[in-house]
T-cell receptor, first 110, second 115 residues
Framework: GENVEQHPSTLSVQEGDSAVIKCTYS??????FPWYKQELGKRPQLIID?????GEKKDQRIAVTLNKTAKHFSLHITETQPEDSAVYFC?????????FGTGTSLTVIP | ETGVTQTPRHLVMGMTNKKSLKCEQHLGHNAMYWYKQSAKKPLELMFVYNFKEQTENNSVPSRFSPECPNSSHLFLHLHTLQPEDSALYLC??????????????FGSGTRLTVV
């Protein structure tokens, strides 16, 4: 089955700096890669996603890149703000079955 | 509210108890899921229901028993649990698959503590 690895597990950045979280996957059949943000005590929420026919997608301060050959995808957050502090999960999907990474706890220091 | 409601939000149960978790979605989605979220582990898929038919049982112990009476409701019946079953149990729903996939909508979860 699919195996998704996510790094780093914790990340601290100064407010205004950029944050990058990386994920790798093993199954080349995976074709959809969402990122979820989970604030403390709240449900995971989809923040951005990318399909396998696209290499990059951007939504304001958030961007995701996908390298199908290398089987890795990354989340980029620019101009970080304290409210970006949360746990971020990547996932790779085949059909409607998702495989999640272990999560990255991001702390943005004011 | 995202349209996926889970109850209860918190549950403490003894190892000999029987309890049930409930999930309800008002989004018209055709698939529902149970996930287990433990500390420092990936989200673990437990069960998948498509059009109220179970299509995935990810090697879950029999002390967890799902029920999906219709496409809007999903239950997780619990009995004789172990302390290591303590976790956040998340329900999710979705519509479509493949290129029609629109992602999961998660519920708020049930924080389960087994004592």
């Amino acid at each position: 089955g699919e195996n998704v690895e996510q790094h780093p597990s914790t990340l601290s950045v100064q407010e205004g700096d950029s944050a990058v979280i990386k994920c790798t996957y093993s199954d080349s059949a995976s074709n959809y890669f969402p990122w979820y943000k989970q604030e403390l005590g709240k449900r995971p929420q989809l923040i951005i996603d990318i399909r396998s026919n696209v290499g990059e997608k951007k939504d304001q301060r958030i961007a995701v890149t996908l390298n199908k050959t290398a089987k890795h995808f990354s989340l980029h957050i620019t101009e970080t703000q304290p409210e970006d502090s949360a746990v971020y999960f990547c996932a790779a999907s085949i059909g409607n079955q998702f495989y999640f990474g272990t999560g990255t706890s991001l702390t943005v220091i004011p | 509210e995202t349209g996926v409601t889970q109850t209860p939000r918190h549950l403490v149960m003894g190892m000999t108890n029987k309890k049930s978790l409930k999930c309800e979605q008002h989004l018209g989605h055709n698939a529902m899921y149970w996930y287990k979220q433990s500390a420092k582990k990936p989200l673990e898929l437990m069960f998948v229901y498509n059009f109220k038919e179970q299509t995935e049982n990810n090697s879950v112990p029999s002390r967890f028993s799902p029920e999906c009476p219709n496409s809007s409701h999903l239950f997780l019946h619990l009995h004789t649990l172990q302390p290591e079953d303590s976790a956040l149990y998340l329900c999710a729903s979705s519509q479509g698959a493949g290129t029609g996939w629109s992602g999961y909508t998660f519920g708020s979860g049930t924080r389960l503590t087994v004592v």
